[in-house]
């Protein structure tokens, strides 16, 4: 991986050295060809579960993306460098911001085209975003997300939220991963516990205790009891139910154990242990699901399911696959557009495997096979070779010079391409395995590379197996 490259120029035809922009990672080749064969993934995994691919605007009005629950110095204004005084005003009504997630985006999406979508909607998006943080691993400036979503008019139901969790399933069986972790939890078990303790800011203690992991059980009671006038009893309390984890067996009778009556705590229990049940088939070694009461998710707008993804050896980058369930996000009015989704950060899922050599390509380009260059005056055979290859879906490059045939396969080695084909003097041909030094006839008409040669494949290394 690379940081961001900038250009600059220091007097007529001096280029400045390039300065790194930190949090706006670049691949390198063989990097990016990974990426791409993971969006590939999600795209297919997707579309077989009958999502539509839809894109949104890079940006959105600025008063719409702080209302839900992200706070003003995480957002991106966008102006023009020669903004006049009205653009420059600073009215935040009329203002610009770059999109920090993709479902603030996909609320207004729904609404502004409600009459053309089919009910319940289900899309995918994969894009872009941007958030002013400060750059660590996990947390970057500009990163892909990819997410899915289910939205219906007025009600929804619960076994979509079941659904959703499937869909990862899938996604993570197939992605060349270590194993990962899925916890669950719902907002509505939360505040009917919280309420149940008598507790009056209960959105406000949410946020608190998901903030377990980082400032620990005193950090916690501390900022409840002093911050939030919760009592001791209170903060324990509410600690109690966070320290819960287990499945669907078990779940229910841990937070009865804790004597809290409320209807919304029934009412979420009993949906977190249909999640449970609904996704106990698919655990395995590779992907595991289990209730963790202390998710709460960070953002407003979740109302009753929530999840947490985290991958083994790499929890301190925090959860790479996270969402859940919101029943006002979109709604005109009129009509309210509940759904539930979850969002997989590519970027934060990929760069700390990258970093350290645990995942990259086969070869750091598409290209299977160089056709040798006998000599300039017979590029344009060596081109129509490179034709009839292209044409069978063979990713074919005429090399670049026509020096001796040695320094031409040493070019393809150093490229990572695995054939080289040489034109023969009467008009035949033959193509030579790199590797292992074979070579043999072959027709432009009918060779074909083996299957696991075609294309670049994602490979881990021995390090990240071993993990």
């Known amino acids: 991986m690379r940081r961001s490259r900038g250009e600059g120029c220091d007097g007529a035809g001096d280029v400045s050295k390039p300065t790194p922009i930190s949090g706006f990672p670049e691949w390198l080749p063989a990097e990016r060809i990974v990426e791409q064969q993971v ?81 319940p909607f289900r899309r995918y998006q994969i894009q872009p975003a941007w958030r002013g943080e400060r750059p660590q691993e996990g947390r970057y400036r500009e990163f892909v997300q990819a997410d899915v979503d289910i939205v219906d008019r007025d009600t929804l139901s619960v076994h979509h939220e079941v659904e959703i969790a499937q869909v990862m399933a899938d996604v993570f069986g197939r992605l060349p991963l270590p194993p990962v972790r899925m916890q669950v939890n719902n907002r509505r078990l939360i505040e009917g516990y919280y309420r149940g303790l008598g507790i009056v800011e209960v959105e406000a203690v949410m946020r608190v205790v998901d903030k377990l992991d980082k400032i620990g059980r005193a950090g916690v009671e501390k900022a409840m009891v002093d911050d939030l006038g919760a009592s001791t009893e209170q903060a324990r309390g509410a600690l109690a139910l966070a320290e819960i984890t287990g499945d669907h067996a078990t779940i229910a009778e841990q937070v009865a154990a804790l004597g809290v009556t409320h209807p919304l705590l029934d ?16 655990r395995s070694d590779t992907f595991t699901v289990v209730a963790d009461l202390a998710i709460a998710r960070g953002l407003d707008y979740y109302t009753g399911t929530v999840f947490e993804t985290r991958m083994q050896g790499f929890e301190h980058v925090g959860s790479i696959c996270s969402g859940g369930r919101y029943d006002s ?69 005429v090399s670049p010079t026509a020096s001796k045939y040695g320094k031409q396969i040493r070019y393809a080695e150093r490229r990572g391409i695995p054939f080289v084909w040489f034109p023969q003097p009467d008009g035949s041909h033959q193509v030579r395995d790199i590797r292992s030094a074979e070579q043999a006839a072959a027709d432009p008409a009918s060779w074909a590379p083996p299957d696991a040669d075609l294309r670049p494949a994602t490979t881990r290394t021995a390090a990240a197996a071993a993990d």
Do not use: M, W
Request: glycine share 8%; with cysteine; hydrophobic share 45%.
């Open 267 to 282: 009412e979420g229990l009993a949906v977190l242990v249909s999640v449970l049940e609904g996704t106990a088939a698919l």
């Open 39 to 119: 969006l590939d993934i999600l795209r297919e995994v997707f579309e077989l579960h009958g999502f539509a691919s839809v894109q949104t605007r890079a940006v959105e009005p600025l008063e719409q993306l702080l209302r839900k629950g992200e706070t003003s110095k995480e957002v991106y204004t966008l102006r023009r460098l020669q903004a006049d005084a009205a653009e420059d005003s600073g009215d935040q009504a009329s203002a610009l911001g770059l999109h920090f997630d993709l479902t603030v985006p996909f609320a207004r999406y729904v609404l502004e085209n409600a009459g053309h979508l089919q009910f």
């Open 329 to 397: 996000l979109a709604t005109d009015g009129r009509t309210t557009y509940p759904g539930v989704g979850i969002s997989l950060g590519v970027t934060r899922t990929l760069a700390p495997l990258f970093s350290r050599g645990l995942l990259t390509a086969s070869r750091s380009t598409p290209t299977a096979v160089l056709v040798a260059l006998p000599s300039e005056e017979e590029r344009a055979a060596c081109t129509a070779v490179a034709s009839a290859l292209r044409r069978r879906g063979i990713a074919t490059e």
